[in-house]
């Protein structure tokens, strides 16, 4: 099992520049979050989903969109990029009570 | 609203004692989670240990163990016999399971711990 990924590691845009992250999982884990970490805060949730084909907001939306088209991969996408983006971005999927979690992508947007 | 507070930026241990990092929780539900993460310089989340509110019995883990005090509000991580890799931030995260199963997980703003040789 590998558990979630996330793709890329790193990434690097200019601001007005789009991009998505993929997020898979093969526990067939229903729910998967997509969260956000910047220095000296907890991880913030940006987006999840409950399943297949549906999603929901989280706590900071605005200039995210998301898709699960698939059960086994949550994407976050950014239309256009701002600097206030630039941040690690996390995955998690949900099993019982607990989330396992990505690598991590972090993300600079100049 | 939930809400999770650790009031220690930063802590140091000695090498094999132990420490206790706290955290305080403020919600109105009567059934939540309590956990605690771990967060080392290479980026990745671990989990460490998980209360249930109406578990009676403190949560452990091997070497950490969760000091719940419901009544206080409070969920203290305690590691024993500190290594040099637990080096490491770590968070502690409350969760409120809504209707559909869908967790709403709240993250506090992390300590970061250094063991000393």
């Known amino acids: 099992n590998a558990g979630v990924t996330q793709t890329p590691k790193f990434r690097v845009l200019k601001t007005g520049q789009s991009m998505t992250l993929l997020c898979a999982q093969d526990m067939n884990h229903e729910y998967m979050y997509w969260y956000r970490q910047d220095p000296g805060m907890g991880l913030r949730l940006i987006h999840y989903s409950v399943g297949e084909g549906t999603t929901a907001k989280g706590e900071v939306p605005d200039g995210y969109n998301v898709s699960r088209l698939k059960k086994q991969n949550f994407l976050l996408g950014l239309e256009s990029a701002a600097p206030s983006q630039t941040s690690v971005y996390f995955c998690?999927?949900?099993?019982?009570?607990?989330?396992?979690f990505g690598p991590g992508t972090r993300l600079t947007v100049t | 609203a939930q809400k999770i507070t650790q009031t220690q930026p930063g802590m140091f241990v000695q090498e094999k004692e132990a420490v206790t990092l706290d955290c305080t929780y403020d919600?109105?539900?009567?059934?939540?989670?309590l956990f605690w993460y771990k967060q080392p310089s290479s980026g990745e989340m671990i989990f460490l240990i998980y209360q249930g509110s109406y578990d009676e019995q403190n949560a452990t883990e091997g070497r950490y163990s969760l000091n719940f005090q419901k009544a206080r509000k409070s969920a203290n991580l305690v590691i024993s016999a500190s290594q040099l890799g637990d080096s490491a931030m770590y968070f502690c995260a409350m969760s409120e399971t809504l209707s559909g199963g869908y967790q709403k997980v709240t993250f506090g703003t992390g300590t970061k711990l250094q063991v000393i040789p």
């Open positions: 998690a999927s949900q099993q019982g009570y607990e989330q396992y």
């Open positions: 919600t109105s539900d009567q059934s939540y989670g």
